[in-house]
């Protein structure tokens, strides 16, 4: 009889793998330690497979296709992102079997043989996984772009993958890469609802798993939590069980949360005082106020967005010379100048300054900010080499 041996719930903010000169190194630091933690809960439960419940950030899926849920059950788990590989062997017996029953059960699920994932595997990848010789399960969420699944969704289909893993014989561990409050690529970007995140702590160390499920998305997307929806099929598979805190990250513009739900242990630290619903957070209600669809008529723009992430010579032909890609994308006006944003970048002390004109232009806010860092990634790499060579 299978059993899920371990779950956990982790930040992957892409700055923990490219380290910009805007955070706080001790911060980033914390948080990377409290995941090296929860991966040494890998060694002591000893699973089979590791199931990551994680988001796109439109770094997989582009806006040709966003499904809503998405398996990786093909023989190998690549994923890319700040200069950094992976390629994790998958369960891919597992992974079918998932599909193929999640169909059945009225969960509508997406397949892919190969897509290559992004940092929101990646990051768990480098620090939770860390290097140990454990199958994977990648599995998406869509948590960026409208329309999302709720809550009470997602934890229905969690609650289907904990009965296919009943009638099985492996031992799971169960990952949930996403959240805390955090608005990238948006006005809001340097204040996120960190209150509201301690609110949030503080009913899942009491085993309140409700108090996100009972949310809708267009809540999420007001205290900057949409991501947590992949925590939300964590708890629909291991039930309302009380967790532990191991950190709480409250970066510039990101909370970044590490809980630990399975195996029980005893808290190393009080739960949090109880705090005014909500953390006093007042909820407008009025649809999706951070992320929506974007415009048709900024496709072009968010489609160079997309590409320039997996595509080194775009990336490098930009930095020569961007007006001729901007052509090439019949990109023109506001976008065409926007689009120098991604060679300015790579003299950038604050990355996000640098989303504004092109999410005025049209770009989806996630995508933009993603794009940025990697090419202020690429733009970093080369100004390095090109010390190093100078000191030669």
């Known amino acids: 009889m299978g059993e899920i041996v371990a779950a956990f719930g982790t930040a992957h903010a892409p700055q923990l793998v490219t380290r910009p000169p805007d955070e706080r190194p001790e911060m980033l630091d914390a948080s990377i330690a409290a995941m090296r933690q929860l991966g040494r809960i890998l060694d002591d439960t000893r699973p089979d497979v590791v199931l990551v419940f994680g988001s796109d950030h439109l770094e997989t899926f582009s806006m040709t296709c966003v499904p809503t849920f998405a398996v990786i059950a093909g023989s190998r788990a690549r994923a890319e992102f700040g ?11 597992m992974a079918e079997d998932l599909l193929a029953r999640l169909v059945r059960a009225g969960f509508d699920v997406a397949y892919s043989e190969d897509a290559v994932l992004g940092h929101a595997f990646a990051t768990p990848f480098e620090y939770v996984l860390g290097g140990r010789d454990i199958p994977v399960i990648p599995f998406f969420t869509n948590v960026y772009l409208p329309p999302l699944p709720t809550a009470k969704r997602c934890a229905a289909l969690g609650k289907e993958v904990a009965r296919i893993i009943q009638s099985r014989n492996e031992r799971v561990a169960i990952v949930a890469s ?94 949090r005082e109880a705090l005014e619903q909500y953390g006093g957070f007042q909820f407008k209600n ?107």
């Open 83 to 93: 200069g950094r590989a992976f390629d994790l062997p998958v369960h891919r017996e």
């Open 178 to 271: 996403g959240g805390m409050s955090h608005y990238p690529g948006t006005w809001k970007y340097p204040t996120p609802e960190y209150d509201f995140d301690r609110w949030m702590i503080a009913q899942f160390e009491m085993g309140h798993v409700e108090a996100l499920l009972e949310m809708t998305p267009e809540q999420l997307d007001e205290v900057g939590n949409t991501e947590m929806l992949t925590w939300a099929a964590m708890f629909g598979a291991i039930g309302s069980r009380a967790g532990e805190l191991l950190q709480y990250t409250p970066t510039w513009h990101h909370g970044h949360g590490f809980m630990r739900f399975l195996p029980a242990g005893e808290p190393r630290t009080p739960p």
């Open 286 to 392: 009025e649809g999706f106020k951070f992320y929506t669809h974007p415009p048709a008529s900024a496709y072009n723009l968010n489609r160079l967005l997309f590409e320039v992430r997996h595509d080194a010579g775009l990336r490098q032909r930009i930095m020569s010379n961007v007006d001729e890609v901007a052509e090439e994308y019949g990109l023109e006006g506001a976008q065409r100048h926007a689009a120098r944003a991604l060679v300015d970048v790579g003299n950038a002390k604050v990355i996000s300054d640098y989303a504004k004109p092109l999410v005025d232009a049209g770009a989806h806010p996630l995508q933009a900010l993603m794009s940025l860092h990697v090419i202020y990634s690429l733009g970093h790499q080369t100004r390095k080499a090109q010390v190093g060579t100078e000191r030669q």
